[in-house]
């Protein structure tokens, strides 16, 4: 991998993401220092207090000043206000670039607010846990998976390569499409699947005729499965929907008319299509598992026994 | 843990359930031999080989000649077929159960052909995994997880309190309610699950804009999490489906209304209402991992880096 170097990085929010970049750039050598800014006191100070950062400061427009690299790791409905306030302050040739799960609402919001000279190109690393704050980070975070870069028409070649072996030495392998196309893409891989699990929680929380209680106790049947989606950050999310809703409205008008199709096969104990849906799906695991996206230890690897109480 | 033992178990059908309970039988030594019946000759010899039984049989009434305890494991549609042939062979006082998802129609398939002296107590451990067949059987399958046994009315209080202490001795805490409320509880925390895992994977595989490689892919934004559930043994799944309808039913009908208000919440941009739902849904993973049901390593423990690809 060639080399690729930036004298100072700016992390703009210091959660999950800026955390992991943080632990992934000290691995690799690829910061001279770093400066972050988040919103709230007690997390600048985790931040700095866990070596993550340099330096941290109370306003973004202070954390981006001299920085040739700026990473936007807020949630999305935070990119404007954000864009604007560091636009007079961003260095000439810096390249700006953010982690957010949808792309078209960040061109909408961000790239208005750049200036001439600034290298503004959007990334998503496919890589995520459902754990939140600047403790939940780890290093390994983006190492084998994706991260998409969605370039905007007239992006200097020069900066796009540097970007891009930067998220190579992070540990992710690199694709570049479309904002548009990137939001159909991941309506579909990972928005509907969290909206689905937020929803089945929340109407397996809502039963009057099984307690909570039983519900807890009988999850290995597979409803904790979808809990761990469902334990995600919550601002993140509602500004995911908020700002893909076309893409994700039309996954779940698909998902709710396959389901009308299931839930009348249950109905009329037509049992050939259920058969017949429930065994093309076998097929989709096993191509992820190929492809290096997940475990093929059964049963995620769960440890069954006294060590798991 | 008082002691209990059979002299002969008969396990009928030889997939992931019986392979793993013959396996914690003789790691507790609760089986003085254990004689076995599938339905394929290829699953009988694997079964042999494997060491799981110490005899096999072509048919399931042979199987059970001589058995203190007879256990059927066989997808819920064979049960019917599968007790009337065994029913003028079962030893006066033996313990009849299962392992089946669904008890209602257990009962229904099952009662009328168990003779006078003979144990009928249905039983269903609450563990699984997405592999099957007679290799995917380990046995610490059942440990720290929960066993529900749906006891008739009249059943013999010693045959009750000794397979009671049998599930105990392969390592499951122990529940007893009445069918009809089993079937509903696992409605919740198994069946809906799986039939939203099999759905959201049917409806990503027929998506005509975003291409199946790119669902591969991309999948460790979420989906990968559904994929392990709608990997499940399609047999099973389809019989536990037409088993169960009025309480799936019940569940997809409030599942489909909650679905429905998040939709109305995205389109009409309602941030509050999103906001709200994704927050209360965290809590019950917390529950879930302090009653010892999951992993609390994040992503659930899944590796990141070259050990996966």
Redesign the interface.
Known sequence: MSEVHFSKVALIGLGLMASSLSLAMRRAGLAGSISGHAATKATRDKALELGLVDEVHDSAAAAVVGADLVVLCVPI?ANAAIAEQIAPHLEPGAILTDVG?VKAAVVRDVAPHVPEGVHFIPSHP??????SGPE?G?A???????C?MTPLEGTDPEALEKLHRFWQAC?SSI?IMTPSHHD???A????????????????????E??T?S???????????????????D??M???I??NN?EA??E??G???E??TA??RA??W?D?ET??K??????K?????ID?????DI?????????G??
Request: charged letters at 25%.
């Open positions: 409905g799960s496919i890589a995520g846990s459902e754990r939940a780890f390994e975070l983006f190492d084998g998976r994706w998409i540990g694709d159909l893409t991941l579909i891989t990972s928005h509907l699947p969290h909206i689905i699990a937020y929803n089945i929680v929340g109407t397996a929380a809502d039963l005729m099984v909570r039983e519900v807890i106790k009988y999850s290995a049947g597979g409803f904790r499965d979808f809990t761990r989606l469902a334990a995600s919550p601002t999310w509602r500004d929907f908020l809703k994700v409205l996954m779940l698909r998902f709710s396959d389901l299931l839930q249950i109905r104990q049992g259920l058969f849906m429930f065994s093309r799906t076998r989709i695991r096993h191509s992820i492809a290096g996206q997940d475990t059964p049963d995620f690897g769960r440890p069954h026994g006294a798991d109480k």
